[in-house]
Antibody
Framework: EVQLLESGGGLVQPGGSLRLSCAASGFTFSSDAMSWVRQAPGKGLQWVSAITGSGDSTHYADSVKGRFTISRDNSKNTLFLQMNSLRDEDTALYYC???????????????WGQGTTVTVSS | QSALTQPASVSGSPGQSIAISCTGTSSDVGGYDYVSWYQHHPGKAPKLMIYDVSNRPSGVSDRFSGTKSGNTASLTISGLQAEDEADYYCGSYTSRTTYVFGTGTKVTVL
């Protein structure tokens, strides 16, 4: 069974940093692009970032570019999101998601984790 | 990147059909056949219902179907059931190699 388990969320002050992790199992991790998607309280889904299966190409939403860094460790089947210079508006439930089709990027997210909550507040 | 435009809410009675629109631009919905639809029950992980405009993943009911015309994609739910009550989001690949979601539609089964 394909599973994604996020961790690393928590309460952080504005300007602070946090690193999210997503442990993957049940599929060939290195074959699939991965994304982070967030949902702020009472708001809709917002795509944050994506990375190819090999990790050689990364992509970001304008709202996080220069502050967030996506990466992956294919030897440990784990996806990361390093979040720096956090702002109040980054408060959200953060999901990691697996591309539906292998070797495709941003064609659709077929499996999602349950999410980890990030709260930015002083 | 602005969110794709969806109606805030759509409702229907059990057994009826409803359609949800998703309007973008030629740089996203209109430019690529990489439109997806997601069902999101509060407190649960979103679920992929349609990918590549009109394809259903394994296990998704054939009551769900997708189409696209120009810059607007649509999701149709036929034979509406109580369990279909949820939030629905469209999503699309963009020309900037990013991804954009729709504003979301709350489906209510009367």
């Amino acid at each position: 069974e394909v599973q994604l388990l996020e961790s690393g969320g928590g309460l952080v002050q504005p300007g602070g940093s946090l690193r999210l992790s997503c442990a993957a199992s049940g599929f060939t991790f290195s074959s699939d692009a991965m994304s982070w998607v967030r949902q702020a309280p009472g708001k809709g889904l917002q795509w944050v970032s994506a990375i190819t299966g090999s990790g050689d190409s990364t992509h970001y939403a304008d709202s996080v570019k220069g502050r967030f860094t996506i990466s992956r460790d294919n030897s440990k089947n784990t996806l990361f999101l390093q979040m720096n210079s956090l702002r109040d508006e980054d408060t959200a439930l953060y999901y990691c998601a697996k591309e539906h089709q292998s070797h495709q990027l941003l064609g659709g997210m077929g499996v999602w984790g349950q999410g980890t909550t990030v709260t930015v507040s002083s | 990147q602005s969110a794709l435009t969806q109606p805030a809410s759509v409702s229907g009675s059990p057994g009826q059909s409803i359609a949800i629109s998703c309007t973008g631009t030629s740089s996203d919905v209109g430019g690529y056949d990489y439109v997806s639809w997601y069902q999101h029950h509060p407190g649960k992980a979103p679920k992929l219902m349609i990918y590549d405009v009109s394809n259903r993943p394994s296990g998704v009911s054939d009551r769900f179907s997708g189409t696209k015309s120009g810059n607007t994609a649509s999701l149709t739910i036929s034979g509406l059931q109580a369990e279909d009550e949820a939030d629905y989001y469209c999503g699309s690949y963009t020309s900037r190699t990013t991804y954009v979601f729709g504003t979301g539609t709350k489906v209510t089964v009367l």
